[in-house]
C-alpha cells in the first residue's frame, strides 16, 4: 500500500532542517507533506516564502477544509492546530497542547486516525516532547516513524524523546531522512 501523507513536526531548529530537507524532495514527489513547525501565534506566512526558495514543490499555509493533494507542502498557519481530515485538511483553535499551537501531536494523530499505514510521520529537531504522544499513535495505527539522529539536531531533546518512547522505524541523519522519504513512496529506488 503506497504512502499518501508525510505528516512531519518540528520546533527548535526546525527552519533549518526544514530547508534541508525539502530541498531535496524532486517536483514528482508522490505524496502530500503537512508540517508544524512551532512559531510564534502572531507569526505571518512569511515560513511558506522562505521555504519556498529551497523546494520546487509548492509551499503554502493551509486553509480550513483544503484538499490534499500529492506533491505539494503544506503548513500548520501559526496559532492554529492543523488536523487530517478524510481527503482535506481542518483548523482547530482548541487550546494548547504541550504548550504548543499548532501542535506535532494533533498532527500526528489525526493523520493516524485517517491514513493509517498510509502515513509516515517525521520528527525533528525541537525543544519539547510535543511530538511524541502523536508518533506512537501513528505507530500503533501501522504508519512509520522516522526520527532526526539526535547529534545531528540543533535541539536534541524532541528527537531523543521521540526515540526513548516509541518503537521508530529509522533513526537517521538529516541529510537522509529525504532519500529514505523517496524510497518509501516509491519515487525512487533506493534510499
Known amino acids: 500500500?503506497?504512502?499518501e501523507l508525510v505528516a512531519l513536526g518540528t520546533?527548535?531548529?526546525g527552519l533549518a532542517a526544514l530547508k534541508t530537507l525539502l530541498e531535496c524532495i524532486p517536483k514528482e514527489f508522490s505524496a502530500a507533506i503537512a508540517i508544524v513547525q512551532h512559531r510564534h501565534r502572531e507569526s505571518d506566512q512569511a515560513l511558506?516564502?522562505?521555504?519556498?526558495h529551497f523546494t520546487v514543490l509548492p509551499v503554502h499555509e493551509v486553509e480550513d477544509k483544503e484538499h490534499i493533494q500529492?506533491?505539494?507542502v503544506y503548513l500548520a498557519p501559526a496559532d492554529y492546530h492543523l488536523l487530517v481530515?478524510?481527503?482535506?485538511f481542518s483548523l482547530s483553535v482548541d487550546a494548547p497542547v504541550s504548550y504548543a499551537r499548532p501542535s506535532i501531536d494533533v498532527l500526528l494523530e489525526s493523520a493516524a486516525d485517517v491514513y493509517g499505514e498510509r502515513v509516515i510521520g517525521v520528527i525533528l529537531t525541537g525543544a519539547n516532547h510535543d511530538g511524541v504522544q502523536g508518533l506512537s499513535a501513528l505507530k500503533a495505527r501501522g504508519g512509520k516513524a522516522i526520527v532526526q539522529a539526535p547529534d545531528?539536531?540543533?535541539s536534541p531533546i524532541l528527537p531523543a524523546a521521540a526515540i526513548a518512547a516509541v518503537a521508530v522505524d529509522w533513526v537517521l541523519p538529516l541529510a537522509q531522512i529525504a532519500p529514505l522519504l523517496?524510497?518509501?513512496?516509491?519515487d525512487s529506488t533506493e534510499p
Not at 511558506?48 to 519556498?52: A, E, N, R, T, V
Not at 481530515?85 to 482535506?88: A, F, K, R
Not at 523517496?182 to 516509491?186: E, I, R, S, V
Open 182 to 186: 523517496m524510497y518509501l513512496c516509491g
Open 70 to 72: 500529492p506533491g505539494h
Open 85 to 88: 481530515e478524510d481527503g482535506y
Open 11 to 13: 520546533s527548535l531548529g
Open 1 to 3: 500500500m503506497p504512502y
Open 48 to 52: 511558506s516564502s522562505f521555504l519556498q
Open 152 to 154: 545531528t539536531a540543533e
